[in-house]
């Protein structure tokens, strides 16, 4: 079992910037690829990022070059640095991790809201 615990969120203007961090805890050897969702009120989940196990960085086209995501040297934590927010960053960003045996498991998520 693998327990993922977000932190960073709040309250920021449009154009700031705010930094996510996500905490693995229990089997964190048994943790592959790493990333983040986000859910909008009144819209689905959505991914935003993923980092595989080896480094490699997929991202959303609506957040590419504004967000950069990665990983600690450790590998049980998962950072995700968000510049130039827009007001449509607004979400419950959620950390999410896979396992080499193909479990998924996912946070309780943390609030961004993008607003002036």
């Not at 089997?27 to 480094?55: C, D, F, H």
Request: with cysteine; charged share 15%.
């Amino acid at each position: 079992q693998v327990q993922l615990v977000e932190s960073g969120g709040g309250l920021v203007q449009p154009g700031g910037s705010l930094r996510l961090s996500c905490t693995a805890s229990g089997s964190i050897l048994s943790i592959n690829n790493m990333g983040w969702y986000r859910q909008a009120p009144g819209k689905e989940r959505e991914l935003v990022a993923t980092i595989t196990n080896g480094g490699r960085r997929n991202y959303a086209d609506s957040v590419n070059e504004r967000f950069t995501i990665s990983r600690g040297y450790a590998k049980n934590m998962v950072y995700l640095q968000m510049n130039s927010l827009k007001p449509e960053d607004t979400a419950v960003y959620y950390c999410t991790a896979d396992s080499f045996a193909g479990f998924d498991y996912w946070g309780l998520g943390t609030q961004v809201t993008v607003s002036s």
